[in-house]
């Protein structure tokens, strides 16, 4: 997928994965200056990776944090994009990790939460991962429509759409790449 970001600075913060892999190596392709040091200044696009794979222990606090200063920064310069890579657990929360469900939902209402508060100059989005490559849960394939683990690049896609200087108007969402994981395909509820 080809946008316009030819020039503008990229924050990476957060864990490092397959997917964000995925991500860094399709802005950079678009001519994006992707770094992980925290510079003068926000960047015009800041990406959080929070942990894909089940993990009871992480509480997502400092990253939500980075967050709101860089939100901050991007509201006095007048501009900014904001886009969280977070699980699809915290869309709908899986019965075998309810405490990593919890904090991945936390994360998605704390997308809101800052999109409210920093429109309209800054964009702050979120892409809910399901599973793809190594991401996500083996046992989240028997409920997948598509039946079949997405890629990596998938994921990256969604990233480059929610940061398209053509896109304008999307914000506080939380855009499920799951393979239509979250619709309920299959559950015998």
Do not use: C
């Amino acid at each position: 997928m080809e946008i316009e970001i030819s020039g503008q600075s990229v924050r990476i913060v957060g864990e490092d994965n397959a997917i964000l892999a995925a991500v860094v190596a399709a802005l950079t392709a678009n001519g994006a200056l992707v770094s992980r040091e925290a510079g003068e200044g926000a960047p015009d696009i800041l990406i959080l990776s929070h942990p894909l794979t089940p993990d009871a222990s992480y509480r997502p606090e400092a990253l939500a944090a980075q967050a709101e200063s860089v939100a901050s920064a991007m509201v006095s310069r007048g501009t900014g994009r904001i886009v969280h890579l977070a699980s699809a657990a915290g869309l709908v929360p899986m019965r075998r990790h309810p405490a990593w469900s919890a904090a991945m939902a936390s994360v998605l209402s704390s997308v809101r939460a800052l999109a409210m508060v920093s429109g309209p100059a800054v964009l702050v989005n979120a892409v809910a991962v399901g599973r793809v490559d190594e991401a996500g849960d083996e046992a989240m394939l028997s409920h997948v429509p598509s039946g079949q683990a997405g890629k990596a690049e998938d994921v990256a896609n969604a990233v480059l759409f929610l940061v398209d200087p053509l896109n304008s108007y999307t914000t506080g969402q939380s855009l499920a790449v799951d393979g239509g994981w979250t619709t309920g395909y299959g559950r015998n509820f």
